[in-house]
């Protein structure tokens, strides 16, 4: 018969909470310090961007794709909202509904849809409501931000980019979504607000 005082249970493997929250706002303050980069790479004239504007890209696109990784697309996205939120006072809603495991590239172009279209919410369209939903749908995950802005007459977009023009970094969204065999939309109209919608298929796109 075994003597039960002579038992000795195996302490518990102990969890350093500070420590995985602090890894982790280690996290989101390089994901600010690279969306306040993409914002001042998008400033830039003409001149300078045809100078550097692929190599610069990339770079960024490099360091923000291991981040997204690490933190997870959703959170990326609640992050950016309460960002938004505190910087501007719109109020920016998050609705995302179960993903498959999605690569870095297309988590990256996904966010960066969403940030451009958070700015020119912000800057342009003077929104005070923003709705950022994600979902897969027919083989595709679609992104939809939605304000309540001003709108605008979507034919009005020139047929190429236009420094200091409204939506400057649409253009290259929209490229990018081509590259992936993708669709980026946008749907608009005076004092009727506006919809970005992109929709990027997941046919090998799934993380590895």
Known sequence: ??????VTEQPEESVDVDALQADRDQLFDRLQRLAAEFDNFRKRNAREQAAFAERANERLVKELIPILDDLGLEPA???LARSVEESSGMAVVVEVEPLPALDGELQTLLFRIAQEALTNANKYARASHVKIDLKCLDGHVRLRVRDDGVGFDPGSIPEREEPGRAGLGIFGMRER????RGTLEIHSAPLKGTEVVAQLPLEDRHAG
């Open 1 to 6: 018969m075994t003597d039960e005082s002579q």
């Open 77 to 79: 996205l609640n992050w």
């Open 177 to 180: 979504a081509t590259l992936l």
